[in-house]
Protein backbone atom coordinates (compact mmCIF):
# COMPACT_ATOMS: atom_id res chain seq x y z
CA UNK A 1 0.00 0.00 0.00
CA UNK A 2 2.65 2.68 -0.83
CA UNK A 3 0.22 5.36 -1.39
CA UNK A 4 -0.57 5.58 2.35
CA UNK A 5 3.23 4.49 3.76
CA UNK A 6 3.47 7.97 2.76
CA UNK A 7 0.99 10.29 4.38
CA UNK A 8 1.67 13.32 6.22
CA UNK A 9 2.43 17.10 6.07
CA UNK A 10 1.69 17.46 2.15
CA UNK A 11 -1.76 15.84 2.23
CA UNK A 12 -2.74 17.86 5.40
CA UNK A 13 -2.04 21.07 3.41
CA UNK A 14 -4.26 20.10 0.02
CA UNK A 15 -6.93 19.26 3.08
CA UNK A 16 -6.17 22.33 5.19
CA UNK A 17 -7.06 24.66 1.77
CA UNK A 18 -10.19 23.49 1.10
CA UNK A 19 -11.24 23.52 5.21
CA UNK A 20 -10.17 26.84 4.62
CA UNK A 21 -12.81 28.08 2.24
CA UNK A 22 -15.22 25.22 3.42
CA UNK A 23 -15.84 24.56 -0.34
CA UNK A 24 -16.40 20.93 -0.50
CA UNK A 25 -18.02 20.87 -3.78
CA UNK A 26 -15.77 20.88 -7.31
CA UNK A 27 -17.86 23.12 -8.73
CA UNK A 28 -18.97 26.96 -9.23
CA UNK A 29 -18.87 28.69 -6.14
CA UNK A 30 -16.15 31.43 -7.53
CA UNK A 31 -15.82 34.10 -5.59
CA UNK A 32 -16.33 31.83 -2.42
CA UNK A 33 -13.76 29.08 -3.03
CA UNK A 34 -10.98 31.25 -3.19
CA UNK A 35 -8.97 30.07 -6.62
CA UNK A 36 -8.96 26.57 -4.56
CA UNK A 37 -10.14 24.25 -7.05
CA UNK A 38 -8.63 20.69 -6.04
CA UNK A 39 -10.26 17.96 -8.42
CA UNK A 40 -9.34 20.51 -11.15
CA UNK A 41 -5.58 20.30 -9.77
CA UNK A 42 -5.47 16.63 -9.53
CA UNK A 43 -6.90 16.12 -13.04
CA UNK A 44 -4.25 18.05 -14.48
CA UNK A 45 -1.77 16.28 -12.57
CA UNK A 46 -2.87 12.81 -13.62
CA UNK A 47 -2.93 14.22 -17.23
CA UNK A 48 0.65 15.38 -17.20
CA UNK A 49 1.95 12.38 -15.43
CA UNK A 50 0.53 9.81 -17.87
CA UNK A 51 0.01 11.97 -21.03
CA UNK A 52 -3.35 11.71 -21.14
CA UNK A 53 -5.70 14.42 -23.25
CA UNK A 54 -8.37 14.23 -21.09
CA UNK A 55 -8.69 13.28 -17.14
CA UNK A 56 -12.15 12.98 -14.81
CA UNK A 57 -12.11 12.41 -11.62
CA UNK A 58 -14.89 10.52 -9.88
CA UNK A 59 -15.78 9.15 -6.42
CA UNK A 60 -14.08 6.10 -6.61
CA UNK A 61 -12.45 3.33 -9.12
CA UNK A 62 -15.59 1.48 -9.72
CA UNK A 63 -17.51 4.45 -11.12
CA UNK A 64 -14.72 5.47 -13.10
CA UNK A 65 -14.95 2.29 -14.62
CA UNK A 66 -18.71 2.20 -15.55
CA UNK A 67 -18.24 5.37 -16.52
CA UNK A 68 -15.59 4.43 -19.35
CA UNK A 69 -17.62 1.35 -20.45
CA UNK A 70 -21.02 3.38 -20.26
CA UNK A 71 -19.11 7.06 -22.43
CA UNK A 72 -17.03 4.52 -24.67
CA UNK A 73 -20.67 2.87 -25.99
CA UNK A 74 -21.08 0.11 -24.39
CA UNK A 75 -24.89 -1.01 -22.79
CA UNK A 76 -27.79 -3.18 -22.53
CA UNK A 77 -27.47 -6.31 -24.11
CA UNK A 78 -24.01 -5.91 -25.52
CA UNK A 79 -21.70 -9.04 -24.90
CA UNK A 80 -18.02 -7.59 -23.36
CA UNK A 81 -15.20 -9.59 -23.11
CA UNK A 82 -13.91 -9.77 -18.96
CA UNK A 83 -11.16 -11.64 -17.41
CA UNK A 84 -12.11 -14.26 -14.52
CA UNK A 85 -8.57 -13.01 -12.68
CA UNK A 86 -9.73 -9.30 -11.65
CA UNK A 87 -11.12 -7.02 -8.85
CA UNK A 88 -14.72 -8.03 -9.04
CA UNK A 89 -16.03 -4.08 -9.90
CA UNK A 90 -14.94 -4.50 -13.32
CA UNK A 91 -17.25 -7.17 -14.17
CA UNK A 92 -20.03 -5.79 -11.89
CA UNK A 93 -19.53 -2.23 -13.99
CA UNK A 94 -20.73 -4.16 -16.87
CA UNK A 95 -23.71 -5.62 -15.36
CA UNK A 96 -24.85 -2.62 -14.48
CA UNK A 97 -24.48 -0.73 -17.40
CA UNK A 98 -26.47 -2.98 -18.95
CA UNK A 99 -23.81 -5.40 -20.82
CA UNK A 100 -23.43 -9.27 -20.44
CA UNK A 101 -19.97 -10.29 -19.28
CA UNK A 102 -18.46 -13.37 -21.46
CA UNK A 103 -15.27 -14.96 -19.88
CA UNK A 104 -11.93 -15.46 -21.47
CA UNK A 105 -8.95 -17.03 -20.30
CA UNK A 106 -5.51 -14.69 -19.25
CA UNK A 107 -2.29 -15.76 -19.59
CA UNK A 108 1.43 -15.52 -17.68
CA UNK A 109 0.81 -11.38 -18.08
CA UNK A 110 -2.67 -12.41 -15.75
CA UNK A 111 -4.08 -10.42 -17.35
CA UNK A 112 -6.61 -11.33 -20.92
CA UNK A 113 -4.64 -12.54 -23.90
CA UNK A 114 -5.58 -12.31 -27.40
CA UNK A 115 -5.47 -15.79 -27.73
CA UNK A 116 -8.00 -15.92 -25.17
CA UNK A 117 -10.12 -13.37 -26.82
CA UNK A 118 -10.03 -14.32 -30.11
CA UNK A 119 -11.63 -18.16 -28.47
CA UNK A 120 -14.84 -16.41 -27.34
CA UNK A 121 -15.47 -13.81 -30.07
CA UNK A 122 -19.24 -14.21 -31.69
CA UNK A 123 -20.72 -11.75 -33.94
CA UNK A 124 -22.66 -10.16 -30.70
CA UNK A 125 -19.29 -8.67 -29.23
CA UNK A 126 -19.10 -5.39 -28.75
CA UNK A 127 -16.32 -4.70 -27.27
CA UNK A 128 -13.28 -6.06 -24.19
CA UNK A 129 -13.20 -4.76 -20.43
CA UNK A 130 -9.55 -5.42 -20.22
CA UNK A 131 -7.89 -5.28 -16.85
CA UNK A 132 -4.41 -4.75 -15.81
CA UNK A 133 -3.18 -6.56 -12.57
CA UNK A 134 -1.09 -6.37 -10.43
CA UNK A 135 0.42 -3.82 -10.90
CA UNK A 136 1.46 -4.76 -14.13
CA UNK A 137 0.03 -4.80 -17.95
CA UNK A 138 -1.59 -7.07 -21.17
CA UNK A 139 0.12 -7.43 -23.76
CA UNK A 140 -0.85 -4.90 -26.02
CA UNK A 141 0.56 -5.38 -29.35
CA UNK A 142 -1.17 -8.41 -29.59
CA UNK A 143 -4.41 -7.39 -28.18
CA UNK A 144 -4.69 -4.21 -30.35
CA UNK A 145 -4.28 -6.44 -33.44
CA UNK A 146 -7.50 -8.04 -32.52
CA UNK A 147 -9.22 -4.69 -31.00
CA UNK A 148 -8.44 -3.36 -34.83
CA UNK A 149 -8.94 -6.46 -37.28
CA UNK A 150 -12.51 -7.46 -35.02
CA UNK A 151 -13.46 -3.53 -34.93
CA UNK A 152 -14.16 -4.18 -31.11
CA UNK A 153 -14.58 -1.33 -28.54
CA UNK A 154 -11.78 -1.20 -26.06
CA UNK A 155 -11.87 -0.07 -22.12
CA UNK A 156 -9.18 -0.55 -19.98
CA UNK A 157 -9.88 -0.80 -16.03
CA UNK A 158 -5.85 0.11 -14.54
CA UNK A 159 -7.75 0.08 -11.44
CA UNK A 160 -4.28 -1.25 -10.02
CA UNK A 161 -1.78 -0.27 -12.61
CA UNK A 162 -1.82 3.68 -12.22
CA UNK A 163 1.69 4.29 -13.12
CA UNK A 164 2.62 1.76 -15.21
CA UNK A 165 2.98 1.69 -19.17
CA UNK A 166 3.24 -0.30 -22.22
CA UNK A 167 6.21 0.61 -24.52
CA UNK A 168 6.15 4.10 -23.60
CA UNK A 169 2.01 4.61 -23.21
CA UNK A 170 0.46 4.93 -19.97
CA UNK A 171 -2.05 1.83 -19.62
CA UNK A 172 -5.69 3.23 -19.76
CA UNK A 173 -5.11 5.02 -22.94
CA UNK A 174 -4.84 1.98 -25.41
CA UNK A 175 -8.64 2.11 -25.88
CA UNK A 176 -11.74 4.31 -26.44
CA UNK A 177 -11.65 4.99 -22.53
CA UNK A 178 -9.59 3.22 -19.37
CA UNK A 179 -10.13 4.50 -15.56
CA UNK A 180 -7.77 4.00 -11.98
CA UNK A 181 -8.51 3.51 -8.58
CA UNK A 182 -7.68 6.12 -5.87
CA UNK A 183 -9.35 3.48 -2.63
CA UNK A 184 -7.15 3.03 0.22
CA UNK A 185 -5.28 -0.13 -1.41
CA UNK A 186 -3.55 1.60 -4.67
CA UNK A 187 -0.19 3.28 -5.29
CA UNK A 188 -1.97 6.56 -4.40
CA UNK A 189 -5.12 6.99 -2.28
CA UNK A 190 -7.97 9.92 -1.77
CA UNK A 191 -9.18 7.37 0.66
CA UNK A 192 -12.23 6.61 -2.23
CA UNK A 193 -11.57 7.80 -5.50
CA UNK A 194 -11.37 7.08 -8.74
CA UNK A 195 -10.17 8.83 -12.33
CA UNK A 196 -11.59 8.26 -15.92
CA UNK A 197 -8.88 9.07 -18.74
CA UNK A 198 -9.42 9.10 -22.47
CA UNK A 199 -7.64 10.83 -25.30
CA UNK A 200 -11.22 11.10 -27.24
CA UNK A 201 -12.61 14.80 -27.12
CA UNK A 202 -16.26 13.10 -27.73
CA UNK A 203 -16.03 9.83 -25.05
CA UNK A 204 -14.47 12.98 -22.39
CA UNK A 205 -17.54 15.05 -22.73
CA UNK A 206 -19.50 12.38 -22.42
CA UNK A 207 -17.73 10.85 -19.37
CA UNK A 208 -17.87 14.24 -17.62
CA UNK A 209 -22.22 14.83 -17.96
CA UNK A 210 -22.61 11.62 -17.29
CA UNK A 211 -20.69 11.52 -13.80
CA UNK A 212 -23.09 14.52 -13.01
CA UNK A 213 -26.74 14.42 -13.87
CA UNK A 214 -26.03 15.17 -17.42
CA UNK A 215 -25.01 18.98 -16.50
CA UNK A 216 -22.13 20.21 -19.31
CA UNK A 217 -20.45 22.65 -17.33
CA UNK A 218 -20.43 25.38 -19.33
CA UNK A 219 -20.94 28.85 -17.63
CA UNK A 220 -20.84 29.39 -14.26
CA UNK A 221 -24.89 29.27 -13.04
CA UNK A 222 -25.20 25.54 -12.25
CA UNK A 223 -29.08 26.10 -12.56
CA UNK A 224 -28.97 27.21 -15.71
CA UNK A 225 -26.74 24.65 -17.01
CA UNK A 226 -27.57 22.09 -20.62
CA UNK A 227 -28.06 18.62 -20.10
CA UNK A 228 -26.86 17.03 -23.10
CA UNK A 229 -27.45 13.26 -21.48
CA UNK A 230 -28.99 11.69 -18.47
CA UNK A 231 -26.96 10.80 -15.87
CA UNK A 232 -25.88 9.97 -12.40
CA UNK A 233 -24.02 11.67 -9.45
CA UNK A 234 -20.44 9.80 -9.13
CA UNK A 235 -18.77 13.32 -8.42
CA UNK A 236 -15.10 13.50 -5.88
CA UNK A 237 -15.58 15.55 -3.16
CA UNK A 238 -12.69 18.67 -2.70
CA UNK A 239 -11.57 16.67 0.41
CA UNK A 240 -10.94 13.53 -1.27
CA UNK A 241 -9.27 15.50 -4.47
CA UNK A 242 -6.65 17.48 -2.31
CA UNK A 243 -5.97 13.60 -0.55
CA UNK A 244 -5.77 12.40 -4.20
CA UNK A 245 -3.36 15.74 -5.36
CA UNK A 246 -0.98 15.47 -2.71
CA UNK A 247 -0.51 11.45 -3.04
CA UNK A 248 -0.46 11.86 -7.16
CA UNK A 249 2.46 14.26 -6.54
CA UNK A 250 4.82 11.48 -4.32
CA UNK A 251 3.81 8.56 -7.13
CA UNK A 252 7.51 8.88 -9.36
CA UNK A 253 9.01 8.63 -5.87
CA UNK A 254 7.13 6.01 -4.75
CA UNK A 255 7.80 4.07 -8.26
CA UNK A 256 10.96 4.55 -8.00
CA UNK A 257 11.44 3.01 -4.46
CA UNK A 258 8.93 0.31 -5.72
CA UNK A 259 11.35 -0.67 -8.73
CA UNK A 260 14.57 -0.67 -6.71
CA UNK A 261 12.62 -2.85 -3.69
CA UNK A 262 11.30 -4.76 -6.14
CA UNK A 263 14.55 -5.82 -8.15
CA UNK A 264 16.22 -6.24 -4.98
CA UNK A 265 13.33 -9.00 -3.91
CA UNK A 266 13.37 -10.80 -7.26
CA UNK A 267 16.97 -11.63 -7.24
CA UNK A 268 16.94 -12.33 -3.76
CA UNK A 269 14.65 -15.26 -4.76
CA UNK A 270 15.53 -15.86 -8.51
CA UNK A 271 18.12 -18.69 -7.94
CA UNK A 272 15.45 -20.53 -5.57
CA UNK A 273 14.84 -23.81 -7.69
CA UNK A 274 10.60 -23.91 -8.48
CA UNK A 275 10.36 -20.48 -8.35
CA UNK A 276 9.64 -17.86 -11.67
CA UNK A 277 7.92 -14.35 -11.86
CA UNK A 278 4.65 -13.63 -14.10
CA UNK A 279 5.41 -12.22 -17.49
CA UNK A 280 5.49 -8.53 -17.34
CA UNK A 281 4.59 -7.77 -20.99
CA UNK A 282 7.08 -4.31 -20.81
CA UNK A 283 9.22 -4.47 -17.62
CA UNK A 284 10.16 -0.87 -18.48
CA UNK A 285 6.55 0.30 -17.80
CA UNK A 286 6.12 -2.33 -14.52
CA UNK A 287 4.78 -0.31 -11.41
CA UNK A 288 6.36 -2.94 -9.11
CA UNK A 289 3.52 -2.83 -6.64
CA UNK A 290 3.85 -6.52 -6.44
CA UNK A 291 6.30 -8.97 -6.72
CA UNK A 292 4.53 -12.09 -8.76
CA UNK A 293 5.30 -15.30 -7.78
CA UNK A 294 4.81 -18.58 -9.87
CA UNK A 295 4.96 -21.87 -7.92
CA UNK A 296 5.56 -24.70 -10.53
CA UNK A 297 1.87 -25.84 -9.99
CA UNK A 298 -0.98 -25.30 -7.50
CA UNK A 299 -0.21 -27.87 -5.20
CA UNK A 300 3.34 -26.46 -4.37
CA UNK A 301 1.67 -22.82 -4.35
CA UNK A 302 -0.95 -24.41 -1.97
CA UNK A 303 1.93 -25.81 0.78
CA UNK A 304 4.23 -22.49 0.02
CA UNK A 305 1.49 -20.22 1.56
CA UNK A 306 1.12 -22.90 4.34
CA UNK A 307 5.20 -22.61 5.09
CA UNK A 308 4.40 -18.27 4.70
CA UNK A 309 1.54 -18.21 7.20
CA UNK A 310 3.84 -20.61 9.27
CA UNK A 311 7.00 -18.40 9.44
CA UNK A 312 4.60 -15.07 10.17
CA UNK A 313 5.45 -13.91 6.63
CA UNK A 314 2.52 -11.56 5.90
CA UNK A 315 2.12 -9.35 2.94
CA UNK A 316 1.14 -11.79 0.49
CA UNK A 317 -1.69 -12.67 -1.64
CA UNK A 318 -2.49 -16.13 -2.48
CA UNK A 319 -5.48 -15.04 -4.73
CA UNK A 320 -6.32 -18.75 -5.87
CA UNK A 321 -8.28 -18.98 -2.80
CA UNK A 322 -8.79 -14.91 -1.99
CA UNK A 323 -12.40 -14.02 -1.52
CA UNK A 324 -12.10 -10.90 -3.84
CA UNK A 325 -9.71 -11.45 -7.21
CA UNK A 326 -10.67 -14.86 -8.71
CA UNK A 327 -14.11 -16.19 -10.55
CA UNK A 328 -13.62 -19.73 -8.79
CA UNK A 329 -15.13 -17.59 -5.54
CA UNK A 330 -17.96 -15.72 -7.23
CA UNK A 331 -20.78 -17.74 -6.33
CA UNK A 332 -22.95 -14.88 -5.94
CA UNK A 333 -22.00 -13.29 -9.53
CA UNK A 334 -22.38 -17.51 -11.07
CA UNK A 335 -25.71 -18.02 -9.55
CA UNK A 336 -26.77 -14.39 -10.54
CA UNK A 337 -27.56 -13.17 -7.05
CA UNK A 338 -29.15 -9.78 -7.74
CA UNK A 339 -30.67 -7.26 -5.54
CA UNK A 340 -32.94 -6.25 -8.40
CA UNK A 341 -32.82 -7.73 -12.23
CA UNK A 342 -30.34 -6.79 -14.29
CA UNK A 343 -30.31 -6.23 -18.08
CA UNK A 344 -28.12 -9.38 -18.60
CA UNK A 345 -30.88 -11.61 -16.29
CA UNK A 346 -33.81 -10.54 -18.72
CA UNK A 347 -31.65 -11.11 -22.03
CA UNK A 348 -30.29 -13.87 -21.39
CA UNK A 349 -26.20 -15.01 -20.37
CA UNK A 350 -25.24 -16.86 -23.52
CA UNK A 351 -22.73 -18.89 -21.35
CA UNK A 352 -23.49 -21.09 -18.16
CA UNK A 353 -20.85 -19.13 -15.12
CA UNK A 354 -20.84 -22.52 -13.06
CA UNK A 355 -19.84 -24.06 -15.80
CA UNK A 356 -17.26 -22.13 -17.00
CA UNK A 357 -14.10 -24.42 -18.94
CA UNK A 358 -11.14 -21.45 -17.82
CA UNK A 359 -8.02 -24.42 -17.68
CA UNK A 360 -5.48 -21.83 -18.38
CA UNK A 361 -6.76 -19.40 -15.89
CA UNK A 362 -6.79 -21.84 -13.16
CA UNK A 363 -2.94 -23.09 -13.81
CA UNK A 364 -1.80 -19.76 -13.72
CA UNK A 365 -3.82 -18.19 -10.83
CA UNK A 366 -3.11 -21.58 -8.87
CA UNK A 367 0.67 -21.35 -9.07
CA UNK A 368 0.44 -17.24 -8.35
CA UNK A 369 1.78 -15.73 -4.95
CA UNK A 370 1.89 -11.71 -4.87
CA UNK A 371 3.63 -9.90 -2.81
CA UNK A 372 3.05 -6.54 -2.03
CA UNK A 373 6.12 -4.02 -2.52
CA UNK A 374 6.41 -1.33 0.30
CA UNK A 375 8.50 1.92 -0.86
CA UNK A 376 9.90 2.13 3.05
CA UNK A 377 11.42 -0.96 3.30
CA UNK A 378 15.12 -1.29 3.91
CA UNK A 379 17.83 -3.23 2.28
CA UNK A 380 18.08 -5.22 4.77
CA UNK A 381 14.24 -5.88 5.24
CA UNK A 382 14.26 -6.86 1.72
CA UNK A 383 17.15 -9.08 2.43
CA UNK A 384 15.26 -11.05 5.55
CA UNK A 385 12.17 -11.20 3.59
CA UNK A 386 13.57 -12.79 0.41
CA UNK A 387 15.40 -15.11 2.52
CA UNK A 388 12.09 -16.46 4.42
CA UNK A 389 10.03 -16.91 1.12
CA UNK A 390 13.29 -18.83 -0.28
CA UNK A 391 13.14 -20.89 2.81
CA UNK A 392 9.52 -21.15 2.54
CA UNK A 393 9.73 -22.44 -0.67
CA UNK A 394 12.03 -24.81 -0.34
CA UNK A 395 10.46 -26.64 2.18
CA UNK A 396 7.12 -26.86 0.02
CA UNK A 397 8.82 -28.06 -2.82
CA UNK A 398 7.43 -32.09 -3.71
CA UNK A 399 11.58 -33.21 -2.72
CA UNK A 400 11.25 -32.24 1.32
CA UNK A 401 7.48 -32.93 1.21
C1 LIG B 1 -9.35 -1.35 -6.82
C2 LIG B 1 -9.88 -1.78 -8.11
C3 LIG B 1 -11.13 -1.36 -8.58
C4 LIG B 1 -12.12 -0.63 -7.73
O1 LIG B 1 -11.75 0.60 -7.27
P1 LIG B 1 -12.51 1.27 -6.05
O2 LIG B 1 -11.90 2.63 -6.03
O3 LIG B 1 -12.23 0.48 -4.82
O4 LIG B 1 -13.95 1.32 -6.38
C5 LIG B 1 -11.52 -1.72 -9.86
N1 LIG B 1 -10.74 -2.49 -10.63
C6 LIG B 1 -9.55 -2.94 -10.21
C7 LIG B 1 -8.74 -3.78 -11.11
C8 LIG B 1 -9.09 -2.62 -8.93
O5 LIG B 1 -7.93 -3.12 -8.50
Redesign the pocket.
Known amino acids: MPGTELFGAEERKEVNDVLETGMLFRYNHDAQRNGIWKAREFEAEVKKQLGAKYAHAVS????A?AIALASAGIGAGDEVICTPF??I??VEAVLFVGAIPVFAEIDETLCLSAEGIKKVLTPKTKGICL?H?CGGMADMDSIMQVVNEHNLILVE?A??AYAASYKGTSVGLFGKAGSY???F??IATAG???IFVTNDEETYKLADAYSDHGHNHVGNNRGMEQHPVLGFNYRISELHAAVALAQTRKVPQVLAANRRNKKMLEDALSKTEGISFARVADPAGDSATFLNMMLPDTETAKRTVDELNKAGVGGFNYWYLNMYHFINQWDHLKNMKTVSKLPAEVLGIPRDYNNLHLPKSQEVIGRLVSFVIRCTWTEEEVKALGQKIAGCVEAAMPAHV
Not at 60 to 63: F, P
Open positions: NGSAITFASVMDGQSFDFKEGG
